[in-house]
């Protein structure tokens, strides 16, 4: 695989490299056909065609024919895209809650360390943040003048052709650029799994927990990415509450979904866990030690909350402040209290504001041990809310936090509702945001518009209720093994925040 990564870096400069020589034998054509006609006296007119917008300077025709006919040359002079070998088939795990698909990926991702060079593991909402956010730079980067023209200048302002011949020159390469602005998926792929210094294209592991089709773009994003990360030789692993042919019973944007279905099957093995045991719940029931999830909100258990507040920071021996996190879209968050890798929060700021998975995660990744006071028992009048705190429930739980919450309910009363009614109402799920903020994303991604939330304004989960008791069971089982001393134990030895010192040695 390393070898096909390196043929294909060098296949990809070779294309660009002829690719500009058979644009310089055109201009020397043209400029030779244009040598007998009269020559106005020139003029510095270089910063006026490098911000000119497209023209058809080549009429009859077309910069599409002109495009294709070149990238016709360069598949014969260059050859072909190298394939990728054979790659072993990935698999595709699914299941009921707590059934143990996380674990086992895990255990997988664990097992490769020093064995595979390129690998990754994404949480499905870490995911599709980091895929909006590389389609806003890509977008971006290449819509701006700014970088059509330090792109284009580079090579065509010093050319010895007449300005008529640059000019061509240059609406040639803005029609390329355009044309690569319409395949973002792929440039979008080749980044997502690239190393740190962006020096190989893609990986060969990805191990994503949770696939979900909450709404079109999760659709259309998926198989885009997926498509091109398979086709490249990447094995994927990949967990979810359901078979791939259920993933969109919604029925959207079918043929995209097909596509996407296509390809899991071509490059993965699909493995049913069908044990009806919550595992979670299951090894929570042998726990002795429940005092990180305190409950009811009473006098004596606020004063035990206090009192392991107080302990945790007297051994760090160290003073609580405020600290401003960055977080993704070029936003932050302000931690109103923090000490030592240890933060404190009320439900109401977490959950009460319009803040999502891009804050959660970076809390997450920054904190090991998180406290969260005054947890309500949800209902339908806190609906947004309660989605809010499984998202934060799902990225604490994601990257091994220790979390210490107090609660009006018990874990397992937690999401059954009040007397206001419950939480789980599937008709008003299905159709309550259908209507709402309807703005396409690729508006969205043009403009650069983002919300609050941390996610582009106007884009929402047209979750279905069956996914969304899913996430209920899942953040209820989550919750129970985040109590359990084996959970506990591993937070040391895999949280971000241990995982960083032991790297830099800057502690145990």
């Known amino acids: 695989m390393e070898e096909y990564h390196a043929n294909l870096s060098k296949w990809y400069e070779n294309r660009e490299n002829e690719r500009r020589r058979l644009m310089l034998e055109e201009a020397k054509a043209k400029q030779q056909g244009d040598a007998s006609l009269s020559v106005k006296k020139r003029r510095d007119i270089f910063p006026k065609w490098m911000i000119r917008k497209t023209d058809n300077v080549e009429p009859g025709v077309g910069k599409w024919v002109s495009y294709l006919n070149r990238e016709k040359k360069l598949d014969l002079l260059v050859g072909e895209r190298p394939t990728a070998p054979p790659a072993p088939k990935g698999l595709y795990i699914y299941?009921?809650?707590?059934?143990?698909?996380?674990?086992?990926?895990?255990?997988?991702?664990?097992?490769?360390?020093?064995?595979?060079?390129?690998?990754?593991?994404?949480?499905?909402?870490?995911?599709?943040?980091?895929?909006?956010?590389?389609?806003?730079?890509?977008?971006?980067?290449?819509?701006?003048?700014?970088?059509?023209?330090?792109?284009?200048?580079?090579?065509?302002?010093?050319?010895?052709?007449?300005?008529?011949?640059?000019?061509?020159?240059?609406?040639?390469?803005?029609?390329?650029?355009?044309?690569?602005?319409?395949?973002?998926?792929?440039?979008?792929?080749?980044?997502?799994?690239?190393?740190?210094?962006?020096?190989?294209?893609?990986?060969?592991?990805?191990?994503?927990?949770?696939?979900?089709?909450?709404?079109?773009?999760?659709?259309?994003?998926?198989?885009?990415?997926?498509?091109?990360?398979?086709?490249?030789?990447?094995?994927?692993?990949?967990?979810?509450?359901?078979?791939?042919?259920?993933?969109?019973?919604?029925?959207?944007?079918?043929?995209?979904?097909?596509?996407?279905?296509?390809?899991?099957?071509?490059?993965?093995?699909?493995?049913?866990?069908?044990?009806?045991?919550?595992?979670?719940?299951?090894?929570?029931?042998?726990?002795?030690?429940?005092?990180?999830?305190?409950w009811p909100l009473d006098s004596t258990k606020t004063t035990e909350y206090e009192n392991t507040w107080n302990k945790i920071l007297g051994q760090s021996?160290?003073?609580?402040?405020s600290q401003t996190l960055p977080v993704m879209f070029g936003r932050s968050l302000e931690v109103p209290q923090s000490c030592d890798g240890v933060a404190r929060f009320t439900f109401e700021?977490?959950?009460?504001?319009?803040?999502?998975?891009?804050?959660?995660?970076?809390?997450?990744?920054?904190?090991?041990?998180?406290?969260?006071?005054?947890?309500?028992?949800?209902?339908?009048?806190?609906?947004?809310?309660?989605?809010?705190?499984?998202?934060?429930?799902d990225e604490l739980y994601n990257h091994h936090c220790c979390l210490y919450c107090s609660a009006a309910a018990s874990i397992d009363d937690l999401f059954q509702g009040t007397e206001e009614g419950t939480l789980f109402d599937l008709e008003s799920v299905q159709f309550e945001t259908e209507t709402e903020n309807a703005k396409l994303r690729r508006d969205v991604l043009s403009e650069g518009n983002v919300s609050a939330g941390g996610t582009p304004s106007g884009i929402i989960s047209l979750m279905s209720g069956q996914e969304e008791q899913f996430a209920f069971q899942r953040a209820v089982s989550r919750l129970i093994e985040m109590q359990t001393p084996l959970y506990l134990e591993g937070v040391r030895y895999i949280h971000p925040y241990f995982q960083k010192k032991k790297t830099t040695g800057s502690g145990t």
């Open 349 to 393: 700021y977490l959950c009460g504001q319009p803040i999502g998975a891009a804050d959660y995660i970076a809390i997450a990744k920054t904190y090991h041990t998180i406290f969260i006071a005054d947890i309500p028992v949800m209902s339908m009048r806190i609906r947004d809310k309660a989605r809010r705190f499984i998202t934060l429930i």
């Open 95 to 294: 299941g009921n809650v707590g059934s143990g698909k996380t674990m086992l990926m895990d255990m997988f991702y664990s097992a490769t360390e020093g064995i595979v060079r390129h690998r990754r593991r994404l949480h499905f909402h870490e995911a599709m943040l980091q895929i909006h956010d590389l389609m806003h730079k890509v977008w971006k980067s290449q819509k701006t003048e700014e970088y059509l023209q330090s792109s284009i200048s580079n090579w065509v302002m010093n050319l010895p052709f007449d300005t008529k011949i640059k000019e061509w020159l240059v609406e040639e390469e803005r029609y390329k650029q355009e044309m690569s602005i319409k395949n973002i998926l792929p440039a979008v792929a080749d980044k997502f799994l690239a190393d740190g210094q962006g020096h190989q294209r893609g990986a060969s592991v990805l191990c994503f927990d949770e696939i979900q089709t909450v709404d079109v773009f999760a659709i259309v994003a998926l198989s885009g990415i997926l498509s091109r990360l398979l086709s490249t030789g990447t094995v994927l692993v990949a967990t979810s509450n359901r078979a791939p042919t259920d993933l969109n019973q919604d029925g959207m944007q079918k043929e995209i979904f097909q596509e996407l279905l296509d390809r899991l099957n071509e490059h993965s093995d699909n493995v049913l866990i069908g044990s009806e045991i919550d595992y979670r719940r299951y090894i929570g029931q042998s726990s002795i030690d429940q005092t990180h999830y305190l």
């Open 317 to 321: 021996g160290r003073r609580v402040a």
